[in-house]
C-alpha cells in the first residue's frame, strides 16, 4: 500500500484514495437531517475539495435523507474520472430523523439502488456495510448481508465493499465472502480501542478510515493537544488530523466540514509533520482516555 494531500492509498485494483479524504455528511441540515441552511456553499465546499486535490468522498443515501448524495450530484456531476464516491447502507431515517437499523439483505439492496439513483451513477465505486450501534461493534453473524452485497458486486453494481462499525471477527467472516479493501470504524486520538484492528488492516491491505477523527458531535478537547498544537503553530483539530496520518500508513481520513476555510485547514493537517515528543505526548491522551 503507498502511502505519501499525504498521498494515496491503493487496498484493491482500481480503487486509489487520496489519504486526505472528504465527509459529505455535514452537508445536510441539523442532526444530519434536511437541507442545508446554504445550498450553494455546500456546492462550493465540494468543488473546492475535488479542485485541491481530494479523489476521496465518503456519503450515504441517509445523510439528510437523499439530500448529501443529490447536493453531491449537483455539484459534481459528470464524475471526474479519479473521483471515488464511497458511500454506506445499513440504516435508514424515520420522518422523525431518527436513525433506523435496516439490515435486511432485500433492504440492503434496495438501498444500494437508491444510492446509485441519488448519485446519478450505474457503479458505486466503494459500498461500507455499517454494522454494530452508533460506535460500538457488537459479534453479530454479517454472512447474510455481507453476502448480499457480494452479489451486487459479482453483478457489477458495486466495485468494491467495506465494512463500518465492525469487530475482527465479522472482518474475518466478511473476507471469506468477498475481499474487503476498507473498514470505518471509531477512532481518534481519545477513541484508541481499535489499536489492534489498524494494525491488522494495514497488514491485511485495507484502508482503514476512522469516522469522527475529531471527535464528531463532541469535538476532541485536550490540555496536552492544545499545548502540542500551540508549539507547532497548528489548529489543535490539524493536529489531531496529522497524528491519524502518521498513525499508520493504511489510515485515510474523511473530515467533513461545510466551511471552505475548515475545508483548507484540514487538507493544511496533510503538511503538518508531528515531531517524537509531540507523539508521544499525544498518545498519552489515549490512554488516559482507555484508563
Known amino acids: ?47 473546492a475539495a475535488v479542485a485541491a486535490g481530494i479523489t476521496h468522498i465518503d456519503t450515504a443515501d441517509f445523510y439528510g435523507p437523499v439530500v448529501v448524495n443529490e447536493i453531491i ?20 431515517r424515520a420522518a422523525d430523523g431518527s436513525w433506523v437499523v435496516m439490515r435486511h439483505p432485500e433492504d440492503l439492496k ?61 472482518l474475518a467472516e466478511a473476507r471469506a465472502i468477498a475481499p474487503v479493501v476498507t473498514v470505518q470504524n471509531l477512532y481518534n486520538l481519545a477513541n484508541r480501542q481499535d489499536d489492534a484492528l489498524v494494525a491488522r488492516t494495514a497488514a491485511e491491505n485495507i484502508a482503514f478510515v476512522p469516522y469522527f477523527p475529531l471527535g464528531g458531535f463532541s469535538p476532541l478537547q485536550s490540555e496536552t493537544l492544545s499545548k502540542v498544537a500551540d508549539r507547532l503553530g497548528a489548529s489543535a483539530q490539524q493536529v489531531a488530523l ?30 503538518l509533520v508531528l515531531p517524537g515528543d509531540a507523539v508521544v505526548e499525544l498518545d498519552g491522551i489515549g490512554r488516559r482516555a482507555a484508563g
Do not use: C
Request: glycine share 10%; no cysteine; proline share 7%.
Open 1 to 47: 500500500m503507498t502511502a505519501q494531500l499525504a498521498g494515496t492509498l491503493t487496498p484493491a485494483d482500481g480503487l486509489t484514495l487520496t489519504r486526505v479524504g472528504y465527509g459529505a455528511m455535514q452537508l445536510a441540515g441539523p442532526h444530519v437531517f434536511g437541507p442545508p441552511k446554504d445550498r450553494s456553499r455546500a456546492v462550493a465546499v465540494l468543488r
Open 73 to 92: 450530484k449537483e455539484a459534481l456531476h459528470p464524475y471526474p474520472a479519479e473521483l471515488r464516491i464511497v458511500t454506506k447502507v445499513g440504516a435508514r
Open 110 to 170: 434496495a438501498q444500494v439502488y437508491d444510492n446509485l439513483r441519488s448519485l446519478g451513477v450505474e457503479a458505486l465505486d466503494v459500498v461500507n456495510l455499517r454494522l454494530g450501534d452508533m460506535d460500538t461493534p457488537n459479534e453479530d453473524p454479517v454472512a447474510e448481508q455481507f453476502g448480499a452485497l457480494a452479489e451486487l458486486r459479482e453483478a457489477g453494481l458495486v466495485r468494491h465493499l467495506g465494512l463500518s462499525t465492525v469487530s475482527a471477527g465479522q
Open 242 to 271: 496529522a497524528w491519524l496520518l502518521q498513525r499508520s500508513p493504511n489510515i485515510a481520513l474523511i473530515p467533513g466540514t461545510s466551511s471552505p476555510g475548515h475545508l483548507r485547514e484540514n487538507i493544511a493537517a496533510a503538511s
